[in-house]
């Protein structure tokens, strides 16, 4: 009798244990997975972002994310202009969302070795957006403000790339859903924890 119940209770010891630690492993596991990820792999180069890969991740993108993508990869494409209209509330957010798209793509394009993909990358300011026309050679990407639009989204339409945003975090992470249309369509990327 008395060695029934020391098995019954280390049974039940371990039984207690086993639940004890898969629960624990759960909530290690969920601390993880909310934890933000700002940085990608990409043909062994990191790139490091300002904002949440994950969160930039779920910005809608239309047509679809391949044809953004395609956008980049086209061999017509010579220049990358970024269009904006000046505005005292968004220039500073501007002037990093044009850092931050002519350097990654600029480092995207650099993974293409020995072939060499030259772009020229340019900003300019614009009065307005009803006059934004196609032009061969050029991909035109633009940077519209909550004023014209009241979603976050990027949408991709013949050489040109909108990027629209509600505030200035959704500017951040419509960058970076650019940015990983991009790098997706020439290859993939992995989120680095």
Same mark, same amino acid.
């Given at each position: ?26 909530? &290690? ?8 990820? =700002? ?9 490091? !972002? ?28 010579? @220049?990358?202009?970024?269009? !904006? ?35 020229? !990358?340019?900003?300019?300011? &614009?009065? @307005? !957006? ?22 976050? &989204?990027?949408?991709?339409?013949? @050489? ?15 960058? &970076? =859903? ?9 290859? @993939? ?5």
């Amino acid at each position: 009798m008395k060695v029934k119940f020391k098995v019954k209770t280390f049974l039940t010891t371990l039984a207690f244990l086993l639940i004890l630690s898969i629960f624990i492993l759960a909530i &290690i596991q969920l601390i993880i997975s909310l934890r933000p990820v =700002k940085y990608v792999k990409y043909k062994n180069i990191i790139f490091a !972002f300002r904002d949440d890969v994950k969160a930039a991740e779920r910005i809608p993108v239309y047509p679809n994310e391949k044809i953004v993508g395609q956008q980049f990869w086209d061999y017509k494409i010579q @220049n990358i202009t970024i269009l !904006f209209k000046p505005d005292e509330r968004y220039n500073k957010y501007y002037q990093l969302a044009a850092f931050e798209l002519t350097y990654k793509l600029s480092q995207m394009y650099m993974t293409l070795r020995p072939l060499i993909i030259e772009k020229s !990358f340019s900003a300019q300011e &614009i009065e @307005n !957006f009803d006059n934004i026309t196609r032009e061969d050679g050029t991909l035109k990407i633009i940077l519209l403000p909550p004023e014209y639009s009241n979603q976050t &989204i990027v949408k991709a339409s013949s @050489n040109r790339i909108y990027i629209h945003f509600k505030n200035s975090r959704d500017l951040d992470l419509a960058v &970076i =859903k650019t940015i990983l249309c991009a790098l997706k369509y020439n290859g @993939n990327y992995t989120l680095i924890a």
